[in-house]
């Protein structure tokens, strides 16, 4: 027992010696590293920071020769060292590297952002007492390796304590040879320029040019189909909120929530919903309150569904997308109406809509050189200039008009009567924005303006006749407007207009899901939620995308519903089909690279880095070089052998030891 106490006490104190050397040389490589930054500042000169530094290490090495030389071979000191390279390692993953002093003053406070910045934290596999730690580690199984003979029978020790040296040289060869980049490719383009990270960071520290060129063939990614599922979300205090479960979309099967007596169970789902209408009351006894024209719209191969409402000015009409001219609904057509199409020969293609505090609106024609005195106010506007398309000059800080394509037809007005005059613009395209220039006139005259431009192509629908006008190169023809046939826009057999209901007033209208397809593209949800003592509620729970109302909160608890799916986030594959070309376009070599599946040549690996899903020609694609790789792989297969070696052939030795003699 005195032994074994014994023991106990020297394993102590060999582990506390070495941990006391190994602390104070990691002190002194970071004041020997400042010597050097302090010398190169123009301190006390580069030469005699060097001398600092230098006279620092050799104090050191002084001080410890002794302990040093007692301990170096033993493992109390390599495993000290080992496990400092290991936090010193988790440090360097833990605090963010090279980011800027504010950042960690910011995040540690001045003292401790200070203290990163002085002992290298900032840069940890550059620093001094990093590679100090490593070259104590490698020095300590160097001499517990040359405490023993190079025999056959030592073989497996040697194997299994110098494959870590090797190891760590691969990896540090890598460190500072190597090189790791990216190539912005799009298809069809030949490149030769990668743009190089430093060192083993993110950031880009400039290019390298190829003596070869990489040419992007054919770029091809495919997604996981989404699998939407109901999550409960717990809100927390100050924090963002946590995913409590996940439950798949099975109709009609309960399921509690956390903690509470609400339970909830999806009645009906629909992969790929849409709308239905039906009118509560019959079409005939319906007033017109508040009309509303629903319609799909074919454009550019996407198909969307809208909503047209004639009693509110912004969201009565919409812009043609190939023709920049307006389908506008109206249920009874007014003065600005009868002039568009009055007579069915003549079209003013100019409206100025002039909109009071009450929603009155007045509509004058938009000719260059009127002047309007507001009513009710001592407001005149002037309409100075029209611009068949407007474009905004960044470096004179002015508008000009651009070409005569009609892209972006706009109005200049000046609004008079005030202490000085107010310059604004206004948009046919984009009737919505707002310069403070418009919300300056705005608040002068309290009328809101909106321009409208006719190109000579467009539709009118008027509600009450159920009819539609078409204007086409300056002549307009009435027709019936006739639900579900898809007027084609001028032009365009691809892309239409077509309405699919009319009613009289939307109050009356009830909009019910149907299901489009069983593709999982837009899916919806029908969520019965109930409690004991409490009416049970039936909800509709889609998507969130972006907006917090499609969420289902759940009254007096810290819970909310939402219908997600994260694996249509993400990519079953990238795969990018590439050539390689010399200087006269030659193709060397070709192959494809896929995640996980490089492509070596001529010493460089290439390999799928980064697509784009907004630009489906994109491909990202990583480039290294990696000296050190064939180092590392010898050094585990050292240490692989050396441990095999230890206890497969010591058993083997063992056995044959005791094995009996015939006859014996």
Do not use: C
């Not at 006279?55 to 071979?73: E, N």
């Not at 910045?117 to 007492?129: I, R």
């Not at 799009?186 to 520290?205: C, D, I, M, P, Q």
């Not at 999550?231 to 109709?251: F, G, H, M, S, Y």
Request: hydrophobic content about 40%.
């Amino acid at each position: 027992m005195n032994n074994t106490s014994a023991d106990h006490g020297i394993t102590l104190r060999g582990f506390g010696d070495s941990s006391l050397i190994v602390a104070i040389a990691l002190i002194a490589a970071v004041v020997a590293e400042q010597a050097i930054r302090w010398g190169e500042s123009g301190s006390f000169g580069m030469m005699g920071g060097l001398l600092v530094s230098l006279l620092i290490v050799a104090a050191w090495f002084y001080t410890f020769f002794k302990p040093l030389k007692r301990l170096i071979g033993t493992p109390h000191f390599a495993v000290t060292s080992l496990l400092f390279l290991a936090g010193a390692t988790a440090l360097g993953t833990f605090v963010k590297q090279h980011a800027s002093a504010v950042y960690y003053q910011d995040t540690f406070g001045v003292f401790w952002g200070r203290m990163i910045e002085f002992s290298g934290l900032q840069d940890v596999f550059h620093s001094w007492w990093y590679i100090t730690l490593f070259l104590l580690l490698a020095g300590s199984l160097i001499v517990v390796s040359l405490t023993r003979k190079f025999t056959r029978a030592n073989l497996s020790f040697h194997l299994a304590h110098l494959s870590p040296i090797v190891i760590l040289f691969g990896v540090w060869l890598d460190f500072f040879y190597g090189m790791r980049g990216i190539m912005h490719m799009e298809v069809g383009e030949k490149n030769n320029v990668v743009h190089a990270f430093h060192r083993n960071t993110n950031y880009l520290s400039g290019e390298l040019e190829l003596d070869f060129s990489l040419r992007l063939d054919q770029f091809d990614s495919e997604k996981f189909d989404p699998d939407y599922k109901v999550q409960i979300w717990k809100t927390r205090e100050n924090k963002d909120p946590e995913i409590v479960a996940a439950v798949p979309v099975n109709l009609n099967r309960p399921q509690r929530v956390h903690s509470t007596d609400v339970s909830f169970r999806v009645v009906d789902y629909f992969p790929n919903y849409g709308w239905d209408y039906e009118a509560a009351v019959p079409l005939e006894e319906m007033e017109p309150k508040d009309p509303i024209l629903i319609a799909r719209v074919k454009s550019n191969q996407v198909e969307e569904t809208i909503q047209l409402r004639s009693n509110y000015a912004r969201y009565n009409s919409i812009v043609d997308p190939y023709d920049q001219s307006n389908i506008e609904f109206a249920w009874t057509m007014n003065d600005r109406h009868r002039a568009l199409i009055g007579g069915g020969e003549k079209i003013t293609p100019h409206f100025l809509r002039l909109i009071d505090s009450t929603g009155q609106e007045t509509a004058i024609e938009a000719t260059v050189g009127t002047r309007y005195k507001l009513p009710g106010t001592t407001s005149e506007i002037h309409l100075s200039r029209f611009y068949d398309n407007l474009v905004y000059n960044d470096e004179k800080g002015e508008y000009f008009d651009g070409d005569k394509s009609g892209q972006n037809p706009a109005i200049e007005v000046v609004l008079r009567g005030h202490e000085e005059p107010v310059k604004f613009y206004l948009f046919s395209n984009f009737s919505g924005h707002q310069s403070p220039e418009i919300a300056r006139a705005r608040m002068l005259t309290g009328f809101d303006f909106i321009y409208n431009y006719y190109s000579g192509q467009g539709m009118l629908i008027v509600g009450e006749d159920r009819s539609i006008y078409h204007i086409r190169n300056g002549s307009v023809e009435k027709d019936e407007l006739r639900i579900g046939y898809p007027y084609l826009f001028e032009g365009r057999l691809d892309a239409y207009f077509l309405v699919t209901h009319l009613f009289p007033d939307a109050a009356q209208v009830n909009s019910i899901p149907t299901n489009l397809s069983d593709d999982p593209v837009n899916p919806l949800a029908i969520v019965e939620v109930s409690s004991p003592g409490k009416e049970t509620l039936e909800e509709y729970l889609m998507p969130p995308r972006g907006n917090k109302d499609a969420l289902l909160k759940i009254e007096g608890h810290p819970y909310f519903l939402a219908l997600e799916s994260t694996r249509e986030q993400e990519t079953k594959f990238w795969k990018s089909h590439v050539s390689f070309l010399d200087k006269q376009d030659n193709v060397l070599n070709d192959g494809i690279i896929q995640v996980n599946q490089p492509v070596k040549f001529r010493g460089y690996r290439f390999y799928q880095t980064d697509f784009d899903p907004r630009r489906s020609n994109y491909s990202g694609i990583g480039v290294s070089r990696e000296p050190g790789l064939g180092i590392i792989y010898i050094g585990f297969g050292m240490m692989v052998i050396g441990v095999l070696m230890m206890f497969y052939f010591r058993e083997q030795s063992v056995n044959i030891g005791t094995r009996k003699m015939p006859g014996s």
